[in-house]
């Protein structure tokens, strides 16, 4: 069944994924790349409305450069005064300030003097003045020393004027150097501006400085944050969408696996079924598949356990039914001849029912041996050699001697398996061989090193088997026996274990007759066929 499923599955047709690229699973990678993509708008919006910002604010600076240049040019031209020693004009310099001054409301225009000093100012003209949101008003017991007029600033806001301060000053500097200064700077009270800071110059004399400031800056972050919610929500939109569809590509498919699991675990079922998921090519797929492999084995595991008990019920029914027979039949025997035949007939049913209690223990643990055993390397040619030299260790006269024939060489024959499940496979084809065996005969043990394989046989002299039942002969109990074989000395189930374990051991078990030169039956020959170790 495993073999058949697993070779179904490796059959299967793969569907290539267009995420096959992503690290991990189908499932994980689609779990990445929904996650990555929202991640992957916001940052590609982020970047995008910075680089917009950025562009802005350059070209507010380029702006407010060539108007400053321009205008700086002008008041050169028209109020420096003196030579050789130039100097400007402060109130002439004023007035073409105002006369040119036609900024909007978001640029403000400052005209310096060589020291420093302010000359001209845009607020001036337009009486704009700055304005605050006072405090909460104090109450009266806050009030009780009476009215204090408090002129200097809040804690909180000396710092920003201070920093604000040394920013233009440091800005002045420079560009009374004769440097063209332009950048984003705070005013006092904390907003952004885009500052361009121009000298005025008279061939290499610095007469003063126009600064131009454009306060639309943080309009233009507003803005710009506005700009990203879009992206936003599309990343929400796109998370959500992602949530929705993992929820029923995964967490769906896996309540119906656990409802279907609960089905059979109540006995509602008997295996899970779910086409559906089955025909996913995905982890999801795998694991349904795979659950209704493991039902459909347990559900013919039950069926074989109900047949096998079954079988077990009547294979014990028939010596039971000899054995009360014999016994009821028994007191009324009077001749000790036929008294003694009873007897044997009762000390046959008995060693019978004995030798298939024994055979039924040990299928019933079968399983569970092959389960608990871990597979090791087994020295074949050993293990046979020990099994051979218990039977000859235990021969009475009379009884069928069992030969070994090895398989020479000076390397071990070695394979992978359970040494314990391996040697039950020869007791019972040794046993089953010397019951057909004639007294005093022999049964051969062989041992072959293939190419790939190592290939074990156990042959006798007995009757043969018939060519219809070669292969039913491994079925469980298996009762149809040649002429002159002994009844009752075997169970039926030797053969069938034998083969179980070969199977586990990825191996094969078949029977043959052997033939003489006038093709005429001469024995039966078993052959076990395992994988070498490195095969």
Request: glycine letters at 8%.
């Amino acid at each position: 069944m495993a073999s058949a499923t697993d070779t179904a599955r490796a059959e299967r047709p793969k569907r290539r994924s267009s995420l096959s690229w992503l690290p991990g699973t189908r499932l994980g990678r689609l779990i990445i790349a929904l996650n990555v993509l929202g991640l992957a708008i916001l940052v590609s919006g982020a970047l995008v409305l910075n680089e917009l910002r950025r562009g802005l604010v350059e070209a507010r600076i380029d702006s407010l450069t060539t108007q400053g240049e321009l205008m700086a040019s002008i008041i050169e031209q028209a109020a420096t005064v003196g030579e050789p020693a130039p100097a400007m004009d402060a109130a002439y310099a004023n007035d073409i300030v105002l006369q040119l001054l036609a900024n909007p409301r978001g640029q403000r225009a400052r005209l310096f003097d060589a020291e420093g000093n302010v000359v001209a100012d845009s607020d001036w003209v337009l009486d704009r003045v700055e304005m605050k949101i006072l405090p909460p008003a104090r109450s009266r017991s806050e009030a009780k020393g009476g009215l204090k007029l408090d002129l200097q600033l809040p804690e909180q806001e000396r710092p920003t004027r201070e920093s604000a301060r040394r920013a233009l000053d440091a800005e002045l500097g420079r560009a009374l150097r004769g440097e063209h200064v332009s950048g984003l700077r705070r005013t006092g009270g904390g907003d952004r501006v885009v500052s361009v800071s121009i000298p005025i110059q008279h061939v290499q004399a610095v007469l003063g400085v126009l600064t131009l400031e454009a306060r639309d800056v943080d309009e233009i972050i507003a803005r710009e944050r506005m700009a990203l919610i879009p992206f936003i929500l599309i990343a929400v939109a796109v998370t959500l969408i992602s949530s929705l569809l993992l929820n029923r590509l995964i967490a769906q498919p896996v309540r119906r696996l656990a409802r279907a699991a609960d089905r059979v675990r109540q006995a509602r079922a008997r295996a899970i079924s779910l086409p559906d998921l089955a025909d996913r090519d995905d982890e999801l797929g795998d694991l349904t598949r795979s659950l209704e492999d493991m039902t459909h084995a347990l559900s013919e595991r039950m069926d074989a356990i109900e047949s096998f008990a079954a079988d077990v019920a009547h294979e014990i029914r028939n010596p039971l039914t000899s054995l009360r027979s014999a016994v009821e039949t028994l007191e009324l025997v009077k001749d000790p001849a036929a008294r003694d035949r009873l007897l044997g007939i009762l000390k046959n049913d008995v060693q019978r029912l004995d030798r298939l209690v024994t055979d039924i223990s040990n299928a019933s643990r079968l399983d569970a041996e092959l389960s608990r055993d871990q597979p090791k390397v087994v020295d074949l040619e050993r293990l046979i050699f020990d099994v051979v030299a218990l039977y000859d260790a235990t021969l009475k006269p009379g009884e069928v001697r069992v030969r070994f024939q090895s398989a020479g060489g000076m390397e071990p024959v070695k394979v992978m398996g359970r040494e314990g499940p391996l040697g039950q496979i020869f007791r019972n084809l040794i046993d089953n061989a010397r019951s057909f065996s004639p007294p005093g005969d022999e049964v051969t043990v062989s041992l072959y090193r293939l190419k790939d394989e190592v290939l074990a046989t156990v042959s006798d002299n007995g009757p043969g088997i018939p060519p219809e039942n070669l292969e039913t002969v491994f079925e469980r109990f298996y009762t149809s026996r040649p002429k002159g074989a002994a009844f009752g000395g075997n169970s039926g189930l030797g053969l069938s274990i034998a083969r179980q374990i070969a199977e586990a051991h990825g191996g094969t078990l078949r029977a043959e007759n052997r033939l003489g030169a006038d093709d005429r039956v001469i024995g039966a020959l078993f052959s076990l066929t395992l994988p070498s170790v490195g095969a």
